[in-house]
């Protein structure tokens, strides 16, 4: 018999009565469909089946420091077997779901092979948004993924290569020229990375070049760097990056990206900048799994392709399906979406998981409320901003809640360990031992960076 979670009246259910365990199924193993499944652990009378495209939980807040070869990408990624393996109720799959059937209530696979849930936790996350202008990703690549932030890196580092090597000043400043897209904390953090890298880290590495010509520039659409947060820590942040050497421009757009330059317009004004390096940290959207869904089940996309959820994070015509992380639009508090970072996904996969497990008992719980316990985002050595809503902090104590934190939150011990010994490493001898060139293009810089790029 199918089992079908039910909410009649807000949102209680009749108890199990079926001797078949109740068949949980999550897509996605970032951190809100990682923490519904461990959430899982000690139920009794559930099965759930965690499936991923990747075989690894990233933790997306630091890969901007494996862009920049502050750590390795296994210092931030966990394989999910491993993370699960103690749980017994629980199978990992490695798969790409390409479509749900509510009807069947089943899940399908890329190759076809379908797998039935009676609840289904959807948890795939977003993707950077170009605003309409996909065509820019090939010149200006985002952080989101792992093979992402390898692509950046590589970028970064053949950037100065190609310069050591170029005679003509005018080349060889545009190869030292960085722009960094979007005042956000993943804007902000990359750009300070980048300083602390070009100005510290390299200073002694080339003979022709000198690292402290190097440009970095960092551009926001709206008035002000890190906009969800208050003023005064957003000041802090400008200027924190203005002392490393970063020029910040605030109330700037940008219009087009060529293979070696950028047009920009602020107000009336527009200009032109010539660099071979464009990163982009601007703007999020749904992963693809959101046009899906509204296909399947009649649910309602925003413009950034979230959907819209109930209270309790399910869709309001299929109580068993539950949209949580980047790709729920959930406005049922404070009348707007909730952010799209780590803790809202986090405590969504918590919730989910909880109220899975009371409907089953009969027992209705309170609708989602997500807990802000505050923001945070590291501008460089001894630079942060920090604000817990009833406190905020600046600089060197700011750095250090900032480490702490990033450091908790990390899944495996080995990986927490890993990292605070590169950072205390890092910190002590300013030397970032990943500062590692790879890819099929990597011995070839003068096609990369002298003529036109070339794109795998």
């Known amino acids: 018999m199918t089992q079908l979670l039910t909410r009649p009246a807000a949102q209680s259910a009749a108890p199990e009565t079926s001797n078949r365990p109740h068949r949980v199924v999550i897509v996605g193993g970032g951190f809100g469909g990682l923490y519904a499944a461990q959430s899982f652990g000690r139920a009794t009378h559930v099965e759930v089946t965690l499936i991923d495209r990747r075989n690894f939980h990233l933790f997306q807040p630091l890969l901007y420091q494996v862009a920049t070869g502050g750590l390795s990408p296994g210092d ?37 092979k379908g797998v039935p849930y009676d609840s289904l936790i959807i948890a795939t996350g977003g993707a950077h948004h ?104 957003s000041a802090n942040a400008a200027d924190s990056l203005q002392k490393l050497g970063v020029e910040v421009r605030t109330q700037t757009m940008v219009t087009a990206i060529e293979d070696d330059r950028v047009r920009l317009r602020s107000g009336d004004e527009e200009s032109e900048l ?87 008992k009969g027992e209705p719980i309170p609708p989602f409320r997500y807990r802000d316990s505050g923001s945070l985002a590291v501008i460089g050595r001894n630079a942060a901003v920090v604000n817990l809503n009833w406190i905020k902090f600046t600089g060197f104590p700011a750095w250090v809640i900032w480490l702490f934190v990033h450091v908790f939150y990390l899944i495996e011990f080995d990986n927490k360990l890993i990292v605070m010994t590169q950072w205390m490493w890092g910190y002590f001898t300013r030397n970032q031992g990943s500062r590692l060139i790879t890819g099929r293009d990597a011995d070839k810089v003068e096609e990369v960076y002298s003529g036109h790029r070339r794109h795998s």
């Open 76 to 112: 931030i990624a966990s394989p999910l077997r491993g993370v699960l393996n103690r749980q017994k109720n629980t199978q990992v799959l490695l798969g790409d779901v390409v479509d749900i059937d509510p009807e069947q209530q089943q899940v399908v696979l890329k190759r076809g």
């Open 130 to 233: 170009y605003f309409g202008n996909d065509h820019w990703e090939k010149f200006a690549p985002s952080i989101k993924t792992l093979e992402d932030a390898l692509e950046v890196r590589r970028r970064i580092f053949l950037a100065f290569e190609a310069a050591e090597k170029e005679t003509d000043p005018v080349k060889r400043q545009a190869m030292m020229t960085f722009l960094v897209v979007g005042g956000g904390p993943t804007g902000v953090e990359l750009a300070g990375a980048l300083a602390d890298l070009a100005y510290s880290t390299l200073k002694s590495d080339f003979r022709t070049i000198d690292t402290h010509e190097t440009k970095i520039i960092l551009v926001e659409g709206m008035d002000r760097l890190l906009p969800p947060f208050p003023e005064d820590l």
């Open 274 to 360: 010539l660099t071979k390096t464009v990163l982009w940290a601007a703007g999020v959207k749904a992963s693809g799994m959101g046009k899906i869904v509204a296909d399947r089940t009649g649910a309602t996309c925003d413009r950034a392709g979230r959907v819209m959820v109930a209270p309790d994070l399910s869709l309001p015509d299929h109580p068993n399906i539950f949209i949580i992380g980047d790709l729920a639009h959930y406005a049922h508090q404070d009348n707007k979406p909730l952010p799209g970072v780590a803790p809202v996904a986090m405590q969504q996969g918590k919730y989910v998981a909880k109220l899975i497990q009371h409907r089953l």
